[in-house]
Nanobody, 123 residues
Framework: QVQLVESGGGLVQAGDSLRLSCAASGRTFRRYAVGWFRQAPGKEREIVCAISWSAGNTYYADSAKGRFTISRDNAKNTVYLQMNGLKPEDTAVYYC????????????????WGQGSQVTVSS
């Protein structure tokens, strides 16, 4: 299995940028697709973006397109989420998750989760 730890969250103002990191352990990490999800108070957890194990394919939710970028460095066992132009509605706990499934654009296949990192964007 794989263990995931998120970092890089914090309190920022609207328009600022943040980069989240998801550090993974496990020899086979590079064979996992990884997604970033977020959950705001009172809302269901939703997918933000995801990247295939080979990094050849990515997916972005409409809310993330043009502002967020997912990338991975398999040599460092790390996946990143670069967030630019942050908005107050981006405020949430951000989670990274991993799956070996070929279906990686929905939440259901993800079975390994980090503990989350809080991102708060003030207006």
């Amino acid at each position: 299995q794989v263990q995931l730890v998120e970092s890089g969250g914090g309190l920022v103002q609207a328009g600022d940028s943040l980069r989240l990191s998801c550090a993974a352990s496990g020899r086979t990490f590079r064979r996992y697709a990884v997604g970033w999800f977020r959950q705001a108070p009172g809302k269901e957890r939703e997918i933000v973006c995801a990247i295939s194990w080979s990094a050849g394919n990515t997916y972005y939710a409409d809310s993330a397109k043009g502002r967020f970028t997912i990338s991975r460095d398999n040599a460092k066992n790390t996946v990143y989420l670069q967030m630019n132009g942050l908005k107050p509605e981006d405020t949430a706990v951000y989670y990274c998750a991993a799956t070996t499934s070929s279906v990686y654009v929905r939440i259901e296949p993800y079975n390994y989760w980090g503990q989350g990192s809080q991102v708060t964007v003030s207006s």
